[in-house]
């Protein structure tokens, strides 16, 4: 008995789409495609690449959008993410009781897969996080507001999934990163 090659396993990350769109994306992968379809559309990584660089990307992102939300005390790449949490990013709330208050300290953390990404990729996963300091669940006003702050954000979801489905199938792929050049916010 042979395992299924890599064009003919599930595709997990693309498991709620309609069939002809996985037919598709399986023949990308057959034919060896699928990356080089990304690498045409997303030419280039973008230059986020420290902790405190990713901490400006997402306040100006929070700053633009959600200049009413509570405040977020850190923001950082997290190695251990997609292994532990089977996530991309998360948003933690960590309330401490000081004196007679309830304090509480919000944390975004994306995964350290999404530092060598184009800059698409990372700001739909920080509209992602920042969409659940005001919406917990992933509702309908949880959407819209992730598409009010990335007008894209669907098509950026797919292609982010589309990603992840080459990860599994061939590896990472190698974007030209931006070598040199200083971090760029969420507008270029």
């Known amino acids: 008995m042979s395992?299924?090659?890599?064009?003919?396993?599930?595709?997990k990350y693309l498991s709620a789409y309609?069939?002809?769109?996985?037919?598709?994306?399986?023949?990308?992968l057959a034919d060896g495609q699928l990356?080089?379809?990304?690498?045409?559309?997303?030419?280039?990584?973008?230059?986020?690449?420290?902790?405190?660089?990713?901490?400006?990307?997402?306040?100006?992102?929070?700053?633009?959008?959600?200049?009413?939300?509570a405040p977020i005390n850190k923001v950082s790449f997290d190695s251990k993410l997609q292994v532990i949490a089977h996530a991309l990013g998360?948003?933690?709330?960590?309330?401490?009781v000081q004196g007679s208050k309830l304090k509480a300290k919000h944390e975004i953390r994306i995964a350290t897969l999404f530092k060598?990404?184009?800059?698409?990729?990372?700001?739909?996963?920080?509209v992602h996080e920042l969409a659940h300091l005001k919406e917990r669940n992933h509702d309908k006003a949880f959407y819209q507001l992730c598409t009010y702050m990335e007008p894209d954000y669907h098509q950026l979801e797919f292609d982010v999934r589309l990603y992840l489905?080459?990860?599994d199938a061939a590896g990472k792929l190698a974007w030209p990163g931006l070598a040199g050049s200083p971090a760029s916010g969420p507008g270029g």
């Open 116 to 126: 060598e990404v184009p800059d698409a990729f990372l700001r739909m996963i920080a």
């Open 18 to 28: 309609p069939a002809q769109v996985t037919a598709q994306v399986q023949q990308l």
């Open 90 to 96: 998360t948003h933690t709330t960590v309330s401490r």
């Open 35 to 69: 990356g080089t379809v990304l690498l045409r559309k997303y030419p280039s990584a973008h230059a986020v690449r420290t902790d405190k660089a990713l901490y400006d990307y997402v306040m100006d992102l929070k700053n633009t959008y959600l200049r009413n939300a």
């Open 3 to 11: 395992l299924p090659s890599a064009s003919q396993r599930p595709l």
């Open 165 to 167: 489905t080459h990860i």
